[in-house]
């Protein structure tokens, strides 16, 4: 059964950019809620013993009985959970080595890569996320999902994703979306993110 996976950093190391209250509440409320409602949905199936991206890539297999739970629940799960990792206190900077050079080769520069993404982020209607992707082809992505649907429902790799959703943002920006998204790339771990990367590419 899953667990809430463990913040590598206190509630208050995204400040000023990601308020320390905010940050609490996302993790200890929402996400902790997204872990107990998929344990539920899944408890006393064949999918409790799976790892999450295992389940979400292989969504089509569960009952449509608890199939929306799983979607909702798991994807919440898996977003989250990558969320969290992606972030981190004295980060931003830019991305280096393969994945710089992918991103300039998909996007022709990082400021270019980093207006499309925003672009996509804005254009979310609603609840939602917008990532960067390994696709089934190994190669660069963006694109959204709503709710909480994980990119790995449609066999694709989040390497870098952002959380669109009011809750993640509204005690400091309120409607200010765009002011949240800007500040956002300050909190990026760019090591992390090429961790990822290096593992979709494998």
Do not use: C
Not at 49 to 61: C, V, W
């Amino acid at each position: 059964m899953f667990k809430l996976p463990k913040l590598l950093y206190s509630f208050d190391a995204l400040e000023p950019y990601i308020d320390a209250k905010t940050m609490e509440i996302h993790y200890t409320k929402h996400h902790q809620t997204y872990v107990d409602k998929l344990n539920e949905a899944i408890n006393g199936t064949e999918f409790a013993n799976m790892e999450i991206n295992e389940l979400m890539e292989n969504i089509s297999k569960v009952p449509e009985k608890i199939k929306q739970a799983v979607i909702n629940h798991g994807g919440g799960y898996a977003n989250h959970s990558l969320f969290w990792e992606i972030m981190g206190s004295k980060a931003g900077g830019k991305p280096e080595k393969q994945l710089a050079k992918e991103i300039n080769s998909k996007f022709g520069s990082l400021e270019e890569f980093k207006k499309q993404f925003t672009d996509v982020a804005l254009k979310v209607f609603g609840s939602g996320w917008a990532w960067l992707v390994i696709n089934s082809n190994k190669k660069l992505e963006i694109i959204f999902t709503k709710n909480q649907d994980s990119p790995l429902m449609e066999g694709k790799i989040p390497i870098l994703g952002l959380d669109v959703w009011e809750h993640a943002y509204y005690l400091k920006y309120q409607n200010r979306r765009p002011e949240y998204i800007k500040n956002w790339w300050n909190v990026v771990n760019w090591e992390k993110v090429e961790e990822f990367f290096k593992e979709a590419k494998k």
